[in-house]
């Protein structure tokens, strides 16, 4: 099993980055998928989610609702989270979940950093 993330940077404040994730291993399609973020000194929060279902359901954090988009594509085996008008608080290690009744995998994660 992998998640893969890249996409990761450093960018200005106001400005936008797409994260991508891989996977590869397990049956992509039937599992919740998830970005996770974690800045420094802080807990790991969940950032935004898609459902396995068909149309793929998401929730966001109160914090990037209508600045983040999840995404995915089950055909090619990949999620993304499109991220637009960056603050320097969303500073963090973007980490990719993937989500079942029984399992729970993690990617190695990938930076972001906004900053001037």
């Known amino acids: 099993v992998q998640l893969v993330e890249s996409g990761g940077g450093l960018v200005q404040p106001g400005g936008s980055l797409r994260l991508s994730c891989a996977a590869s291993?397990?049956?992509?399609?039937?599992?919740?998928m998830s970005w996770y973020r974690q800045a420094p000194g802080k807990e790991r929060e969940l950032v935004a989610a898609?459902?396995?279902?068909?149309?793929?359901?998401?929730k966001y954090a109160d914090s990037v609702k209508g600045r983040f988009t999840i995404t995915r594509d089950n055909a090619k085996k990949l999620v993304y989270l499109q991220m637009n008008s960056l603050k320097s608080e969303d500073t963090a290690v973007y980490f990719c979940?993937?989500?079942?009744?029984?399992?729970?995998?993690w990617g190695q994660g990938t930076q972001v950093t906004v900053s001037s």
């Open positions: 291993g397990f049956t992509f399609s039937t599992y919740e």
């Open positions: 979940n993937a989500r079942s009744a029984w399992f729970d995998y």
């Open positions: 898609i459902s396995s279902s068909v149309g793929g359901s998401t």
